[in-house]
């Protein structure tokens, strides 16, 4: 299995920015977007069933319609699961970051530390799908090291799924 080298990685980094298809800025706030829509589709069900009110699953339905379009703007060829991946990485994101947020005010800052680190690292999931920067047999290679403590990549050395969506955002002038 080959490693996913920094040769590589900027060379897909690179074809997608010569595509003129990449805005990272838009992409992210409309990811963002994506995550409080599944949100709202949740909250709209739960209140549903807490009041009886079958008013509420009608708005949720115009919410899903909404969010639907929406990620089909980011996911647009499916293969595999990936809409359903990408849909579920990014509610996981949102939901770590919300729990992350309440441990904050309940002056819980390690525990809310640590739910945020895996809030990014979820995210940093959504964008490698989103982006096809990996092919299935360069995942594993690609998660089992870090980079070395001074921050150096070296071409035998392994990037995380973080260490790549940072450098995305990089090459993109972000």
Same mark, same amino acid.
Not at 16 to 21: E, F, Q
Not at 116 to 135: D, E, G
Not at 147 to 153: I, M, N, V, Y
């Given at each position: 299995?080959? !490693?996913?080298?920094?040769?590589?990685l900027?060379?897909?980094?690179?074809e997608?920015?010569?595509?003129? !298809?990449v805005?990272?800025?838009?992409?992210?706030?409309?990811?963002?977007?994506?995550?409080?829509?599944?949100s709202l589709?949740?909250?709209?069900?739960?209140?549903?069933?807490?009041?009886?009110?079958?008013?509420?699953?009608?708005?949720?339905?115009?919410?899903?319609?909404?969010?639907?379009?929406?990620?089909?703007r980011?996911?647009?060829?499916?293969?595999?699961?990936?809409?359903?991946?990408?849909?579920?990485?990014?509610?996981?994101?949102?939901?770590?970051i919300?729990?992350?947020?309440?441990l904050?005010?309940?002056?819980?800052?390690?525990e809310?530390k640590?739910?945020?680190?895996?809030?990014?690292?979820?995210?940093?999931?959504?964008?490698?799908?989103?982006?096809?920067?990996?092919?299935?047999d360069?995942?594993?290679?690609?998660?089992?090291? !870090?980079?070395?403590?001074?921050?150096?990549?070296?071409n035998?050395?392994?990037?995380t799924?973080e260490?790549?969506?940072?450098?995305?955002?990089?090459?993109?002038?972000?």
């Open positions: 299995m080959k !490693n996913l080298s920094l040769e590589k900027l060379k897909k980094v690179e997608l920015k010569a595509s003129g !298809n805005d990272l800025s838009t992409e992210e706030d409309l990811s963002i977007a994506i995550m409080n829509l599944i589709e949740e909250h709209f069900y739960f209140t549903s069933q807490k009041t009886g009110k079958d008013n509420y699953l009608g708005l949720m339905k115009e919410i899903r319609e909404v969010r639907k379009s929406l990620l089909a980011m996911i647009s060829r499916h293969e595999g699961e990936t809409w359903c991946i990408s849909k579920h990485l990014l509610a996981t994101t949102m939901r770590l919300e729990v992350g947020t309440k904050q005010s309940k002056n819980k800052p390690e809310a640590d739910l945020f680190n895996k809030a990014y690292q979820i995210y940093s999931m959504f964008w490698l799908v989103r982006f096809k920067l990996l092919k299935a360069e995942a594993d290679s690609l998660l089992q090291k !870090n980079l070395p403590a001074d921050g150096e990549q070296k035998d050395e392994l990037w799924k260490d790549i969506l940072n450098k995305l955002i990089d090459c993109c002038g972000e």
